[in-house]
């Protein structure tokens, strides 16, 4: 299994702030990605996180939005921009490593926007 | 498109009963299929999964699911429930023909809550 580690895991920020989630994980990736889960809702894919260059979003995300970064193949980041309270949810990371069809997943981070 | 029914978003077993909860998925060749476990204020973790081969899995915590091809279903099973499986479960799957851009479409998920 692999090991992931989200940062931070928990948060209170307040209306039009921004705020940035790291994920860190134990060992290399083919992939990563980022999925929100809504209060009492299930995941729903934001975008998977591309080594180098820019990330693919669903449908429904952009990355003014939602800017995500992934610098090497153990870590990425994504920023919720000029967040509003509809932004509170729990945002999770999970990573896949090559030649297995499992993803990880992180803890997840807990958002609420007053 | 895929897409993951799971039937009953909340169930409810007497400890030491059976625990079914159904999963059914819609796709024109069988996907890959997850059954992941949320406890509360924790992430995902995967309970068992099937790709390939033997359609019974075993998964960790005692459970397992069944790949029914003409059912279009796999559904999860533990023979007997302790307190400790009160828990959130996902099933989710994903596309065997998009080979490296597996993306998971999730259920909705079924909390199950067991009865002392």
Same mark, same amino acid.
């Given at each position: 299994?692999?090991?992931?580690? *989200?940062?931070?895991?928990?948060? #209170?920020?307040?209306? !039009?702030?921004?705020?940035?989630?790291?994920? *860190?994980?134990?060992?290399?990736?083919?992939?990563?990605?980022?999925?929100?889960?809504?209060? !009492?809702?299930?995941? &729903?894919?934001?975008? &998977?996180?591309? *080594?180098?260059?820019?990330?693919?979003?669903?449908?429904?995300?952009? #990355?003014?939005?939602?800017? #995500?970064?992934?610098?090497?193949?153990?870590?990425?980041?994504? &920023?919720?921009?000029?967040?509003?309270?509809?932004?509170?949810?729990?945002?999770?990371?999970?990573?896949?490593?090559?030649?297995?069809?499992?993803?990880?997943? !992180?803890? !997840?981070?807990?958002?609420?926007?007053? | 498109?895929?897409?993951?029914?799971?039937?009953? $978003?909340?169930?409810? @077993?007497?400890?030491? %009963?059976? @625990?079914?909860?159904?999963?059914?998925?819609? $796709?024109? @060749? =069988?996907?890959?299929? +997850?059954?992941?476990?949320?406890? =509360?204020?924790?992430?995902?973790?995967?309970?068992?999964?099937?790709?390939? /081969? %033997?359609?019974? @899995?075993?998964?960790?915590? /005692?459970?397992?699911?069944?790949?029914?091809?003409?059912?279009?279903?796999?559904?999860?099973?533990?023979?007997?429930?302790?307190?400790?499986? %009160?828990?959130?479960? +996902?099933?989710?799957?994903?596309?065997?023909?998009? +080979? /490296?851009?597996?993306?998971?479409?999730?259920?909705? /998920?079924?909390?199950?809550?067991?009865? =002392?």
């Amino acid at each position: 299994s692999a090991v992931i580690s *989200q940062k931070p895991s928990r948060d #209170i920020c307040q209306r !039009g702030t921004s705020l940035t989630i790291q994920c *860190q994980v134990d060992s290399q990736v083919t992939m990563m990605f980022w999925y929100r889960q809504q209060p !009492g809702q299930s995941l &729903t894919l934001i975008a &998977t996180a591309n *080594q180098g260059s820019e990330a693919t979003y669903e449908s429904g995300f952009v #990355i003014d939005k939602f800017p #995500i970064s992934r610098p090497n193949l153990t870590f990425s980041t994504l &920023t919720v921009s000029n967040m509003s309270p509809e932004d509170s949810s729990i945002y999770l990371c999970s990573a896949r490593r090559q030649n297995l069809n499992i993803q990880y997943f !992180g803890a !997840g981070t807990r958002l609420s926007v007053l | 498109a895929q897409s993951v029914t799971q039937l009953g $978003s909340h169930v409810s @077993v007497s400890e030491g %009963a059976l @625990v079914l909860l159904r999963c059914n998925y819609s $796709s024109s @060749v =069988p996907p890959y299929l +997850f059954w992941y476990v949320q406890y =509360p204020n924790q992430g995902l973790q995967l309970l068992l999964k099937y790709t390939t /081969g %033997a359609t019974l @899995v075993k998964g960790i915590n /005692g459970f397992e699911a069944e790949f029914k091809k003409s059912e279009t279903s796999f559904h999860l099973t533990k023979p007997s429930a302790h307190m400790s499986d %009160a828990a959130e479960y +996902f099933c989710a799957v994903s596309d065997r023909t998009n +080979f /490296g851009n597996e993306k998971l479409t999730f259920g909705t /998920g079924t909390r199950l809550t067991i009865i =002392p």
